[in-house]
């Protein structure tokens, strides 16, 4: 029974790690900029997977990518918020990914 509860509890935190990094399958997902063009149709710079892109939005259905902007420009890496990396580091001690 404590074993399970330790197991739920490092599975709860290695989630939490991962949700607080704002990593996900793709990377981070990010939506730089956004103009509204009329009531119902707007374009966004999003940033997914290390690439910035035009997508245009309205009522006629799916949102369309217009451009592929081009890659982002990494000066340094984002600091990782304060209560993420204790959790990192403690995880990655268990081989759990996300750590050092």
Sequence with gaps: MVGLTLLAL??????????????????????????????????????????????GTGPSGAPAVLATLGPVEQTASPPKPALARPWAELLGRFGVEGGR
């Design 10 to 55: 490092l599975l709860v935190l290695a989630w939490l790690t991962r949700r607080l990094r704002g990593g996900g399958p793709l990377g981070s997902l990010a939506s730089r900029e956004r103009m509204v063009l009329t009531a119902q149709h707007t374009v966004q710079v999003i940033e997914i997977a290390g690439v910035r892109l035009l997508v």
